[in-house]
C-alpha cells in the first residue's frame, strides 16, 4: 500500500502546484497516466480468478470514468482554492465548502453502486476488497491534498505577522 500511496501522492502534489492554470487536457493527461499505473496495482491487488477476472473489468472501467469525473472537479476545486486563497469572502467559502461536500457525498454514492454491482459478479468479499481499496486510495489523496494546501486564513495570518 506505500507504492498507492507514494504514487497518489505524486500525483496531487503535480496536480497542485506544477500547473499555475489547470487546464482539461492537462487533468486528462494526469489521469490517463496515473489511471495506467493504478490499473496494474487494482489487477495485483484484487488477485481475481479467471471467472471474476472476465467480469470485473468492465464495472472497473465504468466506475473509474464515474470517478475521474469527481477527480476532475477536485482538481478544478483545489485550483479555485489556490487562485482565492489571498481574497476569500464568505460566499467564496461557502461555494468550496459546499462543493467539497458534494464530491464527497457522489464519491461515496458511487462507492456504494459499485460495490452493488461487483457483489454479484465477483462476489461480496471481493467487491469489499474494492471498496476498501478505493476507500484508501481516496483517504490518501485527501490527506495528500490537506498537507499541501494551506489552511483557511493561514497565510492571512502569517502575512500580518511579519
Same mark, same amino acid.
Given at each position: 500500500? @506505500? @507504492?498507492?500511496?507514494?504514487?497518489?501522492?505524486?500525483?496531487?502534489?503535480?496536480?497542485?502546484?506544477?500547473?499555475?492554470?489547470?487546464?482539461?487536457?492537462?487533468?486528462?493527461?494526469?489521469?490517463?497516466?496515473?489511471?495506467?499505473? @493504478?490499473?496494474?496495482?487494482?489487477?495485483?491487488?484484487?488477485?481475481?480468478? /479467471?471467472?471474476?477476472?472476465?467480469?470485473?473489468?468492465?464495472?472497473?472501467?465504468?466506475?473509474?470514468?464515474?470517478?475521474?469525473?469527481?477527480?476532475?472537479?477536485?482538481?478544478?476545486?483545489?485550483?479555485?482554492?489556490?487562485?482565492?486563497?489571498?481574497?476569500?469572502?464568505?460566499?467564496?467559502?461557502?461555494?468550496?465548502?459546499?462543493?467539497?461536500?458534494?464530491?464527497?457525498?457522489?464519491? @461515496?454514492?458511487?462507492?456504494?453502486?459499485?460495490?452493488?454491482?461487483?457483489?454479484?459478479?465477483?462476489?461480496?468479499?471481493?467487491?469489499?476488497?474494492?471498496?476498501?481499496?478505493?476507500?484508501?486510495?481516496?483517504?490518501?489523496?485527501?490527506?495528500?491534498?490537506?498537507?499541501?494546501? /494551506?489552511?483557511?486564513?493561514?497565510?492571512?495570518?502569517?502575512?500580518?505577522?511579519?
Amino acid at each position: 500500500m @506505500k @507504492k498507492i500511496t507514494l504514487m497518489f501522492s505524486a500525483f496531487m502534489f503535480l496536480s497542485v502546484f506544477a500547473m499555475a492554470q489547470i487546464q482539461d487536457g492537462d487533468i486528462k493527461m494526469l489521469q490517463q497516466y496515473y489511471g495506467t499505473e @493504478k490499473m496494474a496495482i487494482v489487477k495485483d491487488y484484487m488477485d481475481l480468478t /479467471p471467472a471474476q477476472d472476465s467480469v470485473f473489468w468492465d464495472d472497473y472501467n465504468a466506475y473509474e470514468t464515474a470517478r475521474l469525473e469527481l477527480g476532475k472537479r477536485r482538481i478544478m476545486l483545489i485550483d479555485k482554492y489556490a487562485k482565492d486563497l489571498m481574497s476569500l469572502t464568505a460566499d467564496n467559502a461557502t461555494e468550496m465548502v459546499n462543493e467539497a461536500n458534494a464530491i464527497d457525498v457522489e464519491f @461515496k454514492k458511487l462507492q456504494k453502486t459499485y460495490f452493488k454491482k461487483m457483489s454479484k459478479k465477483i462476489g461480496v468479499v471481493k467487491a469489499a476488497q474494492f471498496y476498501q481499496f478505493e476507500a484508501y486510495i481516496n483517504n490518501a489523496i485527501n490527506i495528500s491534498i490537506q498537507e499541501s494546501i /494551506p489552511f483557511v486564513g493561514e497565510l492571512q495570518k502569517y502575512r500580518n505577522q511579519k
